[in-house]
């Protein structure tokens, strides 16, 4: 079953429509899903795609207010073929009113719930307004969130942090009141110490003060982002806060939540479930400061209701012919980070086609630099860092040793902004925060090879339904090259406009869909590339997949997919002389040429594809990620290993995914944790960990690690394993930054 997911979470930066979309994915478990925006009309193409699928779900949200909180439209319904589901649908307005909606709103209301044989949503006051509206085919279920675990919670207190989420701006006319929420928040910062809660950009500043008032960690996921939120639901010991979304995901997982509110959602829900909850304009310090283990009574009724719940969830799904996780929770899987440069890049390409082809295993979630994520990494198994230059893992607290770092080109080999730089220095400038080193071409390979513990052959591929050959070439021969023209590594005006002067010859500005630029290869019988040095290219796998006969310069993986004069041509002296006889045998030799270009798009196929190259790529993966996952701390200890100090050394440890071990393996060296720490404090610099090493820990009866103490020990870790503390003066620092790289370029 394909399921379409109406959501705003797409253009949304708030994680708590995140957390709806990725608690409906868990909840419905189908074999795919496709997401289309709820903030914008859909295009046609969109409505085509979206009609493809079996049934849509309108993803819950507040999208019951005084004024219709989305862009669905009587238009949209005219054109919409499938069912349509809401699923967990939310309303707000001041507490103990209804939404005052208008007629044509109300009418694309009741147009939505017509769709559905049953819709569902998420607290009786939404019940109430569309009862109102006349609509009754709804049950009461609450939010998604309430079932992301799965099963029926038990609330406990846990042994990690306390948490607190953040509200700075309110809705429904409660903006005088939000500064009532400084006393409250600063008693609970002094007596708790929590890690504080945003679930978007609105709360930032609002958690700025506070980290800098009172020396707090923080936890942001941007752009519609919500793993850390969910990573750290379950491991926490208990939150309070202002923010609806947080405080389910962490009931759903059995972690007590208290709530301020000011506005029908907090009020509605804590109704629904037996919960006391806090009115923002009768809240006082003291009120705040009774929450926590003295008050575990006030969740006595919330496991029948959550059981009542879920009745009425799986009722709404069956009713609709939509499978439900409820009954057959599925195995979590592990999660893999992709980070990737830019959208609509070659990296981008790849990692997508990774990701389909890895999905079924891992649960992907893919970044992009351009949109200068807030990375943290405890909600990750292993990262996967697409770019070799990349920084934004950097300072985050990623174990180096779960890292995959790809080298896909030669350009830190020459002048320019990252080179010229050794093999040594390249290593340790750019890899030495990975343990695992992914290279796309043998030549790179060689290069990395035996300087390295850990490098690995990773090819990229190619989709064969975007790029295959779809005509036969007829003719004078014509000569085609895509690429940037305005690159200098890709030699395009000084050698190759000159060398194909003569010939019917085009260059393509890599700015065509890929549909644009299987058409355009076909029209060529010679794609060349007169590259200084690549990584690959791509453009050569695409190419001799639609066909084509590549005339190179010898770079990348030119000599693994090229036999000279037989499938393609490689041009030992990159001249324009060296190109023209290129040109000149080709033209010579045309039945030949197109005779490559047809055998050519039956090799690629076979030994290019990424259906070919996937089976391998993934058991790459899953030994990384158990060499990853390896003990990296080795106990030294004469205590038995339930003595309470061992518990304590793998507690702590835990709480930064790390374990440990009596024994080291035999294919790693060890350090001595407490002289590495003190070496690192002798040279000015906070301790970090290097891949592919055991650190040694002595642990003794009454003073515990020897040579750091428990308040060593955990320093050294949040130091190495916890994201850097933000910047007071950001502008200052990259004013800084800016003027040093200036002076470096100065002095070169």
Same mark, same amino acid.
């Given at each position: 079953?394909?399921?379409?997911?109406?959501?705003?979470?797409?253009?949304?930066?708030?994680?708590?429509?995140?957390?709806?979309?990725?608690?409906?994915?868990?909840?419905?478990?189908?074999? !795919?899903?496709?997401?289309?925006?709820?903030?914008?009309?859909?295009?046609?193409?969109?409505?085509?795609?979206?009609?493809?699928? =079996?049934?849509?779900?309108?993803?819950?949200?507040?999208?019951?207010?005084?004024?219709?909180?989305?862009?669905? =439209?009587?238009?949209?319904?005219?054109?919409?073929?499938?069912?349509?589901?809401?699923?967990?649908?939310?309303?707000? @307005?001041?507490?103990?009113?209804?939404?005052?909606?208008?007629? /044509?709103?109300?009418?694309?209301?009741?147009?939505?719930? $017509?769709?559905?044989?049953?819709?569902?949503?998420?607290?009786?006051?939404?019940?109430?307004?569309?009862?109102?509206?006349?609509?009754?085919?709804?049950?009461?279920?609450?939010?998604?969130?309430?079932?992301?675990?799965?099963?029926?919670?038990?609330?406990?207190? /846990? =042994?990690?942090?306390?948490?607190?989420?953040?509200?700075?701006?309110?809705?429904? /006319?409660?903006?005088?009141?939000?500064?009532?929420?400084?006393?409250?928040?600063?008693?609970?910062?002094?007596?708790?110490?929590?890690?504080?809660?945003?679930?978007?950009?609105?709360?930032?500043?609002?958690?700025?003060?506070?980290?800098?008032?009172?020396?707090?960690?923080?936890?942001?996921?941007?752009?519609?982002?919500?793993?850390?939120?969910?990573?750290? #639901?379950?491991?926490?010991?208990?939150?309070?806060?202002?923010?609806?979304?947080?405080?389910?995901?962490?009931?759903?997982?059995?972690?007590?939540?208290?709530?301020?509110?000011?506005?029908?959602?907090?009020?509605?829900?804590?109704?629904?479930?037996?919960?006391?909850?806090?009115?923002?304009?009768?809240? $006082?310090?003291?009120?705040?400061?009774?929450?926590?283990?003295?008050?575990?009574?006030?969740?006595?009724?919330?496991?029948?209701?959550?059981?009542?719940?879920? #009745?009425?969830?799986?009722?709404? *799904?069956?009713?609709?012919?939509?499978?439900?996780?409820?009954?057959?929770?599925?195995?979590?899987?592990?999660?893999? *980070?992709?980070?990737?440069?830019?959208?609509?890049?070659?990296?981008?390409?790849?990692?997508?086609?990774?990701?389909?082809?890895?999905?079924?295993?891992?649960?992907?979630?893919?970044?992009? @630099?351009?949109?200068?994520?807030?990375?943290?990494?405890?909600?990750?198994?292993?990262?996967?860092?697409?770019?070799?230059?990349?920084?934004?893992?950097?300072?985050?607290?990623?174990?180096?040793?779960?890292?995959?770092?790809?080298?896909?080109?030669?350009?830190?080999?020459?002048?320019?902004?990252?080179?010229?730089?050794?093999?040594?220095?390249?290593?340790?400038?750019?890899?030495?925060?990975?343990?695992?080193?992914?290279?796309?071409?043998?030549?790179?390979? !060689?290069?990395?090879?035996?300087?390295?513990?850990?490098?690995?052959?990773?090819?990229?591929?190619?989709?064969?339904?975007?790029?295959?050959?779809?005509?036969?070439?007829?003719?004078?021969?014509?000569?085609?090259?895509?690429?940037?023209?305005?690159?200098?590594?890709?030699?395009?005006?000084?050698?190759?406009?000159?060398?194909?002067?003569?010939?019917?010859?085009?260059?393509?500005?890599?700015?065509?869909?890929?549909?644009?630029?299987?058409?355009?290869?076909?029209?060529?019988?010679?794609?060349?590339?007169?590259?200084?040095?690549?990584?690959?290219?791509?453009?050569?796998?695409?190419?001799?997949?639609?066909?084509?006969?590549?005339?190179?310069?010898?770079?990348?993986?030119?000599?693994?997919?090229?036999?000279?004069?037989?499938?393609?041509?490689?041009?030992?002296?990159?001249?324009?002389?060296?190109?023209?006889?290129?040109?000149?045998?080709?033209?010579?030799?045309?039945?030949?040429?197109?005779?490559?270009?047809?055998?050519?798009?039956?090799?690629?196929?076979?030994?290019?594809?990424?259906?070919?190259?996937?089976? =391998?790529?993934?058991?790459?993966?899953?030994?990384?990620?158990?060499?990853? $996952?390896?003990?990296?701390?080795?106990?030294?200890?004469?205590?038995?290993?339930?003595?309470?100090?061992?518990?304590?050394?793998?507690?702590?440890?835990?709480?930064?995914?790390?374990?440990?071990?009596?024994?080291?393996?035999?294919?790693?060296?060890?350090?001595?944790?407490?002289?590495?720490?003190?070496?690192?404090?002798?040279?000015?610099?906070?301790?970090?960990?290097?891949?592919?090493?055991?650190?040694?820990?002595?642990?003794?009866?009454?003073?515990?690690?020897?040579?750091?103490?428990?308040?060593?020990?955990?320093?050294?870790?949040?130091? #190495?394993?916890?994201?850097?503390?933000?910047?007071?003066?950001?502008?200052?620092?990259?004013?800084?930054?800016?003027?040093?790289?200036?002076?470096?370029?100065?002095?070169?």
């Amino acid at each position: 079953m394909k399921l379409a997911l109406l959501t705003p979470a797409i253009g949304s930066r708030n994680a708590g429509d995140a957390m709806i979309e990725s608690a409906i994915r868990r909840l419905v478990p189908a074999e !795919s899903f496709e997401r289309f925006t709820l903030r914008r009309a859909l295009t046609g193409e969109e409505i085509a795609a979206l009609n493809a699928c =079996d049934a849509a779900i309108i993803c819950g949200s507040n999208l019951y207010q005084n004024k219709l909180q989305c862009a669905l =439209d009587a238009d949209f319904l005219n054109r919409l073929r499938v069912p349509l589901i809401p699923l967990g649908i939310g309303a707000s @307005s001041a507490t103990g009113t209804l939404p005052q909606m208008s007629a /044509g709103d109300a009418d694309i209301v009741r147009g939505l719930h $017509s769709r559905s044989a049953l819709g569902s949503v998420r607290d009786g006051p939404t019940l109430r307004f569309l009862q109102s509206l006349g609509i009754q085919n709804v049950r009461l279920t609450g939010c998604p969130v309430l079932f992301h675990g799965l099963s029926r919670p038990e609330i406990q207190m /846990g =042994d990690g942090v306390v948490t607190l989420s953040l509200r700075q701006t309110f809705l429904h /006319g409660a903006e005088p009141l939000e500064a009532g929420q400084e006393p409250l928040l600063d008693a609970f910062c002094n007596a708790h110490r929590p890690t504080l809660i945003t679930q978007g950009p609105a709360d930032l500043d609002q958690a700025k003060r506070l980290v800098w008032r009172h020396g707090l960690d923080h936890i942001y996921d941007d752009e519609n982002q919500c793993e850390t939120h969910e990573w750290l #639901a379950p491991r926490q010991a208990w939150t309070g806060g202002f923010r609806l979304h947080y405080g389910m995901l962490s009931l759903s997982h059995g972690r007590p939540a208290w709530f301020i509110g000011h506005d029908t959602r907090v009020q509605g829900f804590c109704e629904l479930m037996g919960l006391p909850y806090l009115d923002i304009r009768e809240a $006082s310090p003291a009120d705040v400061l009774a929450w926590g283990p003295q008050r575990m009574g006030d969740f006595a009724q919330f496991g029948a209701r959550w059981q009542e719940l879920a #009745a009425e969830m799986r009722a709404v *799904l069956v009713a609709n012919g939509l499978p439900c996780a409820l009954d057959n929770p599925p195995k979590p899987k592990p999660r893999l *980070l992709f980070m990737v440069p830019r959208r609509e890049w070659a990296y981008d390409f790849s990692a997508l086609s990774m990701r389909a082809g890895l999905e079924n295993e891992y649960d992907v979630r893919m970044r992009y @630099s351009t949109d200068a994520p807030i990375l943290r990494p405890e909600s990750y198994d292993l990262a996967i860092i697409f770019y070799w230059a990349e920084i934004m893992q950097l300072q985050r607290g990623f174990d180096p040793n779960r890292v995959i770092q790809y080298v896909s080109s030669h350009r830190w080999q020459f002048p320019g902004k990252h080179g010229p730089l050794s093999v040594h220095d390249f290593i340790w400038k750019y890899l030495s925060r990975a343990g695992t080193i992914f290279t796309t071409s043998m030549r790179l390979l !060689s290069l990395l090879h035996g300087e390295m513990p850990r490098v690995f052959h990773a090819p990229n591929g190619f989709e064969p339904a975007k790029f295959r050959r779809t005509r036969e070439r007829r003719g004078p021969l014509r000569i085609g090259a895509a690429g940037w023209s305005g690159d200098s590594v890709k030699g395009f005006g000084e050698i190759l406009v000159p060398a194909a002067a003569g010939y019917d010859f085009e260059l393509a500005d890599g700015q065509m869909s890929h549909a644009e630029m299987n058409n355009f290869y076909n029209q060529f019988d010679v794609v060349a590339i007169t590259s200084a040095h690549e990584g690959e290219p791509l453009t050569l796998i695409e190419a001799m997949a639609a066909g084509c006969f590549p005339v190179c310069s010898d770079v990348g993986i030119v000599p693994e997919l090229i036999r000279d004069r037989e499938n393609g041509i490689i041009v030992k002296q990159r001249t324009i002389e060296g190109f023209r006889e290129a040109f000149a045998w080709c033209a010579a030799n045309l039945d030949k040429v197109r005779e490559g270009g047809r055998l050519n798009a039956i090799q690629l196929l076979e030994t290019r594809s990424w259906e070919h190259l996937l089976p =391998d790529l993934r058991q790459q993966v899953a030994e990384a990620m158990a060499w990853g $996952s390896r003990p990296r701390f080795i106990m030294e200890t004469a205590s038995h290993t339930d003595a309470a100090t061992v518990k304590k050394l793998q507690c702590l440890l835990g709480r930064f995914r790390q374990s440990v071990a009596l024994e080291p393996p035999d294919d790693e060296p060890m350090l001595d944790l407490a002289r590495d720490v003190q070496r690192h404090a002798e040279a000015g610099k906070s301790w970090r960990m290097l891949p592919g090493y055991c650190y040694k820990v002595q642990i003794f009866n009454v003073t515990g690690p020897q040579g750091l103490g428990w308040e060593g020990l955990e320093k050294a870790l949040s130091e #190495a394993l916890l994201p850097a503390p933000p910047v007071r003066f950001p502008l200052v620092q990259r004013t800084r930054r800016f003027l040093l790289r200036q002076l470096q370029s100065f002095g070169r």
